[in-house]
Nanobody
Framework: QVQLVESGGGLGQAGGSLRLSCAASRLTFSFGSYYMGWFRQAPGKERDFVAAVRSDGTKDYADSVKGRFTISRDYAKNTVYLQMNSLKPEDTAVYYC???????????????????WGQGTQVTVSS
């Protein structure tokens, strides 16, 4: 089972930036072959899709973060990043990294489409 460890969360200010990291280990296949995603979950709400990157480098974003967040991956470090700019208080949530070896659909935006999850990192944005 793939191990995913998130870091970089914390307290940010509205209009500011934070960068999250997700280091992957115990990989069965090359890191580049995995479909990697970021999700977030606010208290009392469902886990929502934020961004994802495929093995070919193509990316998808939720409408709520498009133009503000950027997902990227470092193949040498087996790490995926989420650069979050122009933060808003509504970005406050626990952010989760997810991975899937299998490309179940063309664009994987639902939690059940991913096999492995990190423990999550809290992001709090103050106004």
């Amino acid at each position: 089972q793939v191990q995913l460890v998130e870091s970089g969360g914390g307290l940010g200010q509205a209009g500011g930036s934070l960068r999250l990291s997700c280091a992957a280990s115990r990989l069965t296949f090359s890191f580049g072959s995995y479909y990697m995603g970021w999700f977030r979950q606010a208290p009392g709400k469902e886990r929502d899709f934020v961004a994802a990157v495929r093995s070919d480098g193509t990316k998808d974003y939720a409408d709520s973060v498009k133009g503000r967040f950027t997902i990227s991956r470092d193949y040498a470090k087996n790490t995926v990043y989420l650069q979050m700019n122009s933060l808003k208080p509504e970005d406050t949530a626990v952010y989760y990294c997810a991975a899937s070896r299998y490309y179940r659909v063309a664009t994987m935006t639902r939690p059940r489409e991913y096999d492995d999850w990190g423990q999550g990192t809290q992001v709090t944005v103050s106004s």
